[in-house]
Each structure stands twice: as structure tokens, then as C-alpha cells.
């Protein structure tokens, strides 16, 4: 069966702080994958979609960055943080080919001050 | 930009009673799917229609899809505690786009009491 991961789940950094959050898929291959970002009481924004290693693809200009840089591995990442990136992160997973459905990790709770 | 907009933010019902959200969407869509948010944990996929579907059932979930309106409604029957969480409508573009990505509506917050 398939699984996904993302760590950590919690995290508090400084603002001007790098960030680096690490999700990982198991038991599939050449995933469609998805950086999400809730904010508080609201709905999910996309952030990042891949198709395939080294694909990135941004939905809204920011200051976070994405990377694949193995099949079933996707990183967000900031070189400076932002009081307004604080946020629940979520990573999620599609299979791309005729199946539409997006399964979830556990989310990241991101808390810049 | 939310595709999808959810519609009560908020419904508190009683245990055994019917709980009834609905969606709403502006452009044309090749599927819509309902998916759950516990309090701090990620998405669980719920059930997928496909535009060509009026209405499909999955245990004590009911969906329905009105693509003339461009609107869809959840039921869930016989309402237990555990159904407690936030419901989200997500819809997919006419032609898949890019990546299969959706969009996601603001979401439905349930609460159910016993």
C-alpha cells in the first residue's frame, strides 16, 4: 500500500530563517506531487505541482521555492521566511494516469515569528 | 483564486440527524470530489463524480452534481460523532489541467453532538 510522509510536523523559526520541509511517497511510481498551504480556518492554496523529476510547476509567485529531486521526494523550501508564511503545509500525492484522486500527509504546522 | 465555495462555513447537527453541504464552482469541470480534514491532519479522500454523473453513493455519503448550475451537494445520513471535521469540495478543469491539480473550495466546518 502506498504511504506519504512529511516531516517535521511541527516547526517554529525566526523570521529572515531558512526552511526546508521533506515529504516522501512509498509504494508508487512516478507520482504527480503537490505542496499545499492552509492557512488558519480557510481552504488549501496550491503552491507547487511535479509531473516527474525535476518538473516543478508555481502556481502563485512567493517566496518559497520547490524541488524534486527524486522520483518519490519533494522539498518546499525558503531561503528567508516570512511572518506570512506561516501556515499548515501539505503534501500530496496523485497517480496522474485516469485517477484523480489526491491522498494527503499529515501536514507540516509552520509557525515564523 | 477558490474555485469552489462551500456553503454553510459552519453546520451543527445532532447525532442520527442528516448533514447537507453544498459547492459551488465557476468554470467547467471534468470531475469534483469531496474530501474530509480532521482538526490538524491532513485530507481524506471522500468520493469523486465525473461531470457526466448526476449523483453517486458511497456508504452514508450521498453526492450530487448539478453542471448546469455548477453546483454539488454532500449528504451524509445518520450523523455519528466521528463525522466531525471540516468538508472541502475540490474540482478538477475541463481537460484534466496541468498535473491533474484541483482547486479547493473554503470548506464546510460540521460539528455533530450527541
Known amino acids: 500500500s502506498q504511504t506519504i510522509h512529511q516531516w517535521p510536523a511541527t516547526l517554529v523559526q525566526p523570521v529572515g530563517s531558512p526552511l526546508s520541509l521533506e515529504c516522501t511517497v512509498e509504494?508508487?511510481?512516478?507520482?504527480?506531487l503537490y505542496w499545499y498551504r492552509q492557512a488558519a480556518g480557510r481552504g488549501l492554496q496550491l503552491l507547487f505541482y511535479?509531473?516527474?523529476?525535476?518538473?516543478i510547476s508555481s502556481e502563485v509567485p512567493q517566496n518559497l521555492s520547490a524541488s524534486r529531486p527524486q522520483d518519490r521526494q519533494f522539498i518546499l523550501s525558503s531561503k528567508k521566511l516570512l511572518l506570512s508564511d506561516s501556515g499548515f503545509y501539505l503534501c500530496?500525492?496523485?497517480?496522474?494516469?485516469?485517477?484523480?484522486?489526491?491522498?494527503f500527509g499529515p501536514g507540516t504546522r509552520l509557525t515564523v515569528t | 483564486s477558490q474555485q469552489g465555495e462551500e456553503d454553510p462555513q459552519a453546520l451543527s447537527i445532532q447525532e442520527g440527524e442528516n448533514a447537507t453541504m453544498n459547492c459551488s464552482y465557476k468554470?467547467?469541470?471534468?470531475?469534483l470530489q469531496w474530501y474530509r480534514q480532521n482538526s490538524g491532519r491532513g485530507l481524506v479522500h471522500l468520493i469523486l463524480?465525473?461531470?457526466?454523473?448526476r449523483e453517486k453513493h458511497s456508504g452514508r455519503l450521498r453526492v450530487t452534481l448539478d453542471t448546469s448550475k455548477k453546483s454539488s451537494s454532500l449528504l451524509i445520513t445518520a450523523s455519528r460523532a466521528a463525522d466531525t471535521a471540516s468538508y472541502f469540495c475540490?474540482?478538477?478543469?475541463?481537460?484534466?489541467?496541468?498535473?491533474?491539480?484541483?482547486?479547493f473550495g473554503t470548506g464546510t466546518q460540521l460539528k455533530v453532538e450527541l
Open positions: 511535479s509531473v516527474g523529476i525535476g518538473q
Open positions: 475540490a474540482t478538477q478543469p475541463l481537460g484534466g489541467g496541468g498535473g491533474n491539480k484541483l482547486t
Open positions: 468554470t467547467s469541470i471534468n470531475n
Open positions: 463524480i465525473r461531470s457526466n454523473e
Open positions: 500530496a500525492w496523485g497517480t496522474g494516469t485516469g485517477r484523480y484522486e489526491q491522498y
Open positions: 509504494g508508487t511510481s512516478n507520482p504527480n
